[in-house]
C-alpha cells in the first residue's frame, strides 16, 4: 500500500517562506511524477506545481517565481520551496504522485497540510 506523508506547514507572517516535504512510501518501486495541489476555503482543488521523473517542472502562474518544486527521485520525496507568501497562498496543500503500471495510471495523495499567512 502507498502512503504519502507531508510534513513542513505552519503559520507564516507575509512575505514569508515555508518548505514543504513529501514522503512516499510503501509497496512502490517509484513515481512518475509527483507534486503539490492546494485547496482554499470554498474553492476547487487546484494545480500548485509538478515535477516529472526527467525534472521537467510545471507551476501555476499564480506561483511562477515564488515557489519552486524539486525531487528527490531516489527518495521518492518532492519537496515545495515557498517564498514570499501571500494571502492568497493560504490552503491545504496536498502531495500528488504518479504512477504508470500496465497500462493504468494510478493516482496517489496525501492527507494534506495546511499553510496560513498571518
Known amino acids: 500500500q502507498v502512503q504519502l506523508v507531508e510534513s513542513g506547514g505552519g503559520l507564516v507572517q507575509a512575505g514569508g517562506s515555508l518548505r514543504l516535504s513529501c514522503v512516499g512510501s510503501?509497496?512502490?518501486?517509484?513515481?512518475?511524477?509527483m507534486g503539490w495541489y492546494r485547496q482554499a476555503p470554498g474553492k476547487p482543488r487546484e494545480l500548485v506545481a509538478t515535477v516529472t521523473g526527467d525534472s521537467s517542472t510545471n507551476y501555476a502562474d499564480s506561483v511562477k517565481g515564488r515557489f519552486t518544486i524539486a525531487r528527490d527521485g531516489s527518495k521518492n520525496t518532492v519537496y515545495l520551496q515557498m517564498n514570499s507568501l501571500k494571502q492568497e497562498d493560504t490552503a491545504v496543500y496536498y502531495c500528488?504522485?504518479?504512477?504508470?503500471?500496465?497500462?493504468?495510471?494510478?493516482?496517489?495523495w496525501g492527507q494534506g497540510t495546511q499553510v496560513t499567512q498571518l
Open positions: 500528488y504522485a504518479e504512477r504508470w503500471r500496465f497500462g493504468t495510471r494510478y493516482d496517489y
Open positions: 510503501g509497496s512502490i518501486v517509484s513515481f512518475n511524477s
